[in-house]
Each structure stands twice: as C-alpha cells, then as structure tokens.
C-alpha cells in the first residue's frame, strides 16, 4: 500500500498548547501518553516536509491508523494544518502531491 503523502505544519508553543494536547488526548482516550507525546514531537520535527504516515507510525511504534487518527484530531483541535497544493487549474490541486 503506498504512504500517504501529506503536508503537516506543526505549531508548536510547548506552554501554550500543553493544555490543548492534553484535550485532544481525552477525546481520543489515549491511555498511552508516551507515544502520543513521541508523535506530536516527531510532527513538530517534520514541520513542512511530505507526510508519511506509515514512517510517522513506524517510528512512533503504532500502527500507520493510529497517526491518522490523531492527526484529524489535532486537526479539528487547530493545533495542526494539512497544507494542500495550489495551482491554476482545479485538476491539478487534486492530483499533485502536496508539499
């Protein structure tokens, strides 16, 4: 199955979005935070690079769905933003490979 390939841009004020971390880890009933934590330094560290998701979970030790999930909550949280390509032509911003 080929990775998923997406643009993160990671915000990160460790003060400030302590609070909303730990929000998003009882939406997500997170029973393990050590992990949680390792993704969202890994995310910080990727900051406008491609996506991996199957990488991202490789090396946070779950499983490619589990990045996912927590990246669509982040998300929904506003503490991440997916950066989608632009181009002229509407085709094209579907098809090209976020950066």
Known sequence: MAALRVPLVVEVNAGANLGAVLDVRQ??????LA???????????RVSQLLDLSSLGADCGVTHHTPQAWISALEASYLVFLLRPYHVSLGKRLIKTPK
Request: glycine share 0%; hydrophobic share 55%.
């Open 27 to 32: 939406i997500l009933n997170i029973r393990d």
């Open 35 to 45: 992990p949680f934590q390792r993704f969202v330094r890994m995310c910080a560290a």
